[in-house]
């Protein structure tokens, strides 16, 4: 009779779609939010290295995240370009120069906006408030 070796699965069972969804639900709210991966998972009481390994291993799960991630900035993003639809509109109406707040404010979009920074000034280090 051979010696036959059994191989038995080692560590926890692999993830349902269901478990991957509801670690994704639970983490949602805290990643859209602005809350760290690390924050999120602490919040939500999920163990950082399960959502770690899931996003390193499932790649809808990880888009889905950086979805979630992005929400927010996107939300800011959004209300500050209306905000300066807004500055533009009322110079248009005025034709006045800017006031020394307005001026500020679209430095300050120039120096800390992500997308500005990159394509006017890459140089140009944060200003603060």
Not at 17 to 46: Q, T, V, W
Not at 117 to 123: F, G, P, R, T, V
């Amino acid at each position: 009779m051979e010696n036959s070796v059994v191989a038995v699965p080692i560590g926890r069972p692999a993830l349902s779609n269901d478990d991957i969804n509801l670690i994704f639900r639970k983490l949602e709210p805290h990643l859209k939010m602005g809350l760290s991966i690390n924050r999120a998972c602490y919040k939500a009481s999920i163990p950082k290295s399960t959502v770690y390994d899931l996003y390193n291993e499932n790649s809808q799960f990880a888009e889905r995240i950086d979805t979630a991630r992005n929400y927010f900035t996107d939300l800011i993003n959004n209300i500050i370009h209306t905000e300066l639809l807004d500055i533009v509109e009322f110079q248009k109406i005025s034709l006045g120069p800017l006031n020394t707040d307005e001026k500020k404010f679209i430095l300050w979009i120039a120096a800390n906006s992500n997308a500005m920074k990159e394509y006017y000034c890459s140089n140009i280090q944060k200003i603060d408030e």
